[in-house]
């Protein structure tokens, strides 16, 4: 009989240790402390802690590996709130780029162009980058040159609304063009 081997994930053997090591936690003899309401200078860690405790608060280590350690006494839980806070903040802020795709064929008419050319026009306006390319199909691809001017026809179309990024470029089967908004200026 083959025995079965199971592989384990060894982060889900990981102690959940917090980002900074707050009152007995500390490893070190003597403590650099800083902070608010509090003389700062070298204590020994005995003594910071019962600074901290007095002020009702905890001895939070900063920066472990500064000789000494540094520690401040705060509010432990809402110092990790107010870092999650402002991470949720960051995040909420980023904007993350969406790229919009139009697909032309190489004998596209007037009409189809017009209405792709709104579209294309309203992605802009909302912040999005457009990507348009042309599909050659079949013996299509003879006419390379009927899809470039199609597509610089496109971005000379869009100029008000945005610039070129990427000039047109032939990969595979499709050539494409790459459009970026234009930043507004304030």
Known sequence: MAS??????????RRNEPEHRINGHIRAAEIRLVGDNVEQGVYSLSKALKMAEEIG????????K?????CKIMDYSKFVYEQKKKQKEMKA???QTVVKEIRFGP??????FDFKLKHAIRFLEAGEKVRAFVHFRGRAIVF???GEILLLR????????????????????RMFMTVAPKTVKK
């Open 4 to 13: 079965k081997r199971v592989s384990r994930n060894r982060s889900t053997f």
């Open 57 to 64: 608060s905890d001895l939070v280590e900063i920066s472990p």
């Open 66 to 70: 500064a000789n000494p350690p540094v």
């Open 93 to 95: 802020k980023s904007k």
């Open 107 to 112: 004998n596209t008419s007037d009409h189809d």
């Open 144 to 146: 390379k040159e009927k």
């Open 154 to 173: 496109f971005a000379q179309a869009l100029e008000d609304y945005g610039k070129v990024e990427l000039m047109p470029k032939m990969e595979g089967k």
